[in-house]
């Protein structure tokens, strides 16, 4: 089946610093991609859509300026967290469609997911 | 706007019991697809099932059944027999066909706790 990857797993970064995760789909294109952030013990929220090639679009209350992402591949949406502060610690998880797949057989392949944790 | 809902936040049992997970779900929506996940704790998700809303057939695979009922708009999650490796948090989730740009958002989760 279709496999997406994450990376890093985990990472560890001062407060102040900038993290970059990477969202790969690995055998089929993605012009849709999406990130969604996780608190512990809570469900999964959705930050944004990226689309390959323009802008993604952020859900409402999330700082685009701060949650940079850039989808500049069919295989490649980054997720770029600026000036990280310990209220951005989370567990991050990408999603990317298909894009050959119809509507009917929709299908979202979700990465293994990235532990953020700023200190 | 879409939601979902799963109304039970934690659920333990013994192991070889039955238990139902509930999910209620919103959308203004025709066409739309609903799906549920298991997160295992080590974090990554687990596709269990997709069903579009133009199929209300119920669906059995192995111990796991689903029951979609369009006129309540609820999409229940059976383990049959449950087993302790099915200790998880499950996920209801929703993508809207047409408005939701192909969003799907997620239910609050039910943790559940399947006891030796």
């Known amino acids: 089946g279709a496999v997406v990857s994450q990376h890093p797993s985990r990472v560890i970064c001062k407060s102040g610093t900038s993290v970059k995760i990477e969202c790969r789909s690995l055998?089929?294109?993605?012009?849709?991609m999406f990130w969604y952030r996780q608190f512990p013990k809570q469900s999964l929220m959705l930050m944004a859509t990226s689309n390959e090639g323009s802008k993604a679009t952020y859900e409402q209350g999330v700082e685009k300026d701060k949650f940079l992402i850039n989808h500049a591949s069919l295989t490649l949406s980054t997720l770029t967290v600026t000036s990280a502060h310990p209220e951005d610690s989370s567990f991050y998880i990408c999603s990317a469609r298909d894009s050959i797949l119809t509507r009917e057989q929709e299908t979202q392949y979700f990465g293994p997911g990235t532990r953020l944790l700023v200190l | 706007a879409q939601k979902v809902t799963q109304a039970q936040t934690e659920i333990s049992v013994v192991e070889k019991e039955d238990v139902t997970l509930d999910c209620v779900y919103e959308t203004r929506d025709t066409t739309y697809y609903l799906f549920w996940y298991k997160q295992p704790p080590s974090g990554e998700l687990v596709f269990l099932i997709r069903r579009n809303s133009f199929d209300e057939q119920n669906e059995i695979s192995g111990r796991y059944s689903w029951n979609f009922q369009k006129s309540t708009s609820s999409f229940n999650f059976t383990i049959t027999a449950s087993q302790v490796v099915d200790s998880a948090v499950y996920f209801c989730a929703l993508s809207e066909g047409t408005t939701g740009g192909f969003k799907t958002i997620f239910g609050a989760g039910t943790r559940l706790f399947v006891k030796a």
């Open positions: 055998d089929f294109q993605a012009t849709t």
